[in-house]
């Protein structure tokens, strides 16, 4: 069985200000991608996203985009023993994000990154995406609730 992981987090917004906050290249800069995004997520593109943390802009196919609903992703697995050494591993991983919204306003994001291979450096490396996406769940949360760049600094 191919290692995956889920991590989901609750955006006291509507989901469709939170799902713009994700598919806009403007926002997702904002409080995510801190070396910048470029392009919109929409189905069939191909975006780039940069990370002062994980060097280098690197393609994000945009597999699947329903409107406040569901994005899927695909990019390439990097292994490697930190985030500085990581290579590309030769095959992809798929990103799902749901966007569900909740009864008291609030937006339910869960997301799920599946298909790395049954090795340790994928299990290692699907540690450090796993905690990736954590980060940009509460980053998320605070620039749309607060107005705060959580990650503005952190890395660089």
Known sequence: MAY???????IAKPVGEVFEAVVDPKQLSGYFTTGGAKGRLETGATVTWDFHDFPGAFPVEVVEVEKDRRIVLRWDAA?????EMAQPAGYKTTVTMTFTPIEDGRTLVAITEEGWR?????LKASFGNCE??????????VYLEHGIKLREGFYK
């Open 4 to 10: 995956e992981f889920t991590v989901s987090g609750r």
């Open 79 to 83: 292994e490697g023993d930190s985030p």
């Open 118 to 122: 049954e090795t340790p450096a994928a």
């Open 132 to 141: 990736g996406w954590t980060g940009m769940l509460c980053a998320l949360k």
